[in-house]
């Protein structure tokens, strides 16, 4: 795997630049994240050092945990993040072509999934209260 790999958003305003990348891909079904992603979110973990983002990011506080950023231009959306200091970046996969042949690692939520939204194969799987359970500040934080 590349030591650093280069992403950007479709219209290639941000530049995101990521050294030692995760090299596999997580999914959420939550209700929040179908509301942003419009059917399901995809994301895989970056510490914050490893990563250098240049272009105009807009951030949206989505809940009391975590932001979701977007380019102002073009409305890719880049990352999610909790807002705690030196929190690592979710970023999206579809910003940098290296990823389009890494795994699917998990899925979380899965018991909130959309019927279209079903994904087969052998990988990890955790309902909402499975989730909640091993992540106690995720407990109540919704949109609603
Ligand atoms: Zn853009
Ligand atoms: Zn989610």
Known sequence: M???IEGRCLC???KIQLEAPAGWVGVCHCRMCQRWSG???AGFPADH???TVTGPVRRYRSSQLAERAFCETCGSHLWMR???EGAPYDLMPGLFDESRTWPLQGEIYVDE???SMAMAGQHRRATAAEYRA???ETE?????
């Open 12 to 14: 290639g305003a941000v």
């Open 39 to 41: 059917s399901l979110w």
């Open 49 to 51: 050092e490893t990563i």
């Open 82 to 84: 909790d807002h705690k």
């Open 113 to 115: 999934a959309m019927a």
């Open 140 to 144: 109540g934080v919704s949109d609603e």
């Open 2 to 4: 590349a030591d650093q």
């Open 134 to 136: 091993k992540n106690p």
